[in-house]
């Protein structure tokens, strides 16, 4: 496994941008497909944006696309999740992970970081 650690979460008014930025400990970052996932308050975890190993192939969920960009940085073991346009129903902590392939899917991580909060204002 992979420890991950999510940061750069906050309080954005809602049409504004953050950037959240995960670093991975360990020399086989690059081995791992990389995942975001949110969780808002009462609701289930569920699937953002995931990248494949070598980054050449992404994901997202249709509440998303067009708006959030995952990349990754294997040279820093960091993968990030820029978002724009942000609305307040984007509003949920936000989860980096990792696992043995990119999928909408929970199962398919096993490493999981602790969470940043992201809180969209109107």
């Known amino acids: 496994q992979v420890q991950l650690v999510e940061s750069g979460g906050g309080l954005v008014q809602a049409g504004g941008s953050l950037r959240l930025s995960c670093a991975a400990s360990?020399?086989?970052?690059?081995?791992?497909?990389m995942g975001w996932f949110r969780q808002a308050p009462g609701k289930e975890r569920e699937f953002v944006a995931a990248?494949?190993?070598?980054?050449?192939?992404?994901y997202y969920a249709d509440s998303v696309k067009g708006r959030f960009t995952i990349s990754r940085d294997i040279a820093k073991n960091a993968v990030s999740l820029q978002m724009n346009s942000l609305k307040p129903e984007d509003t949920a902590v936000y989860y980096c992970?990792?696992?043995?392939?990119?999928?909408?899917?929970?199962?398919?991580?096993?490493?999981w970081g602790q969470g940043t909060q992201v809180t969209v204002s109107s």
């Open positions: 992970a990792a696992g043995d392939m990119a999928s909408r899917s929970r199962a398919s991580y096993d490493s």
């Open positions: 990248i494949t190993a070598n980054g050449g192939i992404r």
């Open positions: 360990g020399r086989t970052f690059s081995r791992y497909a």
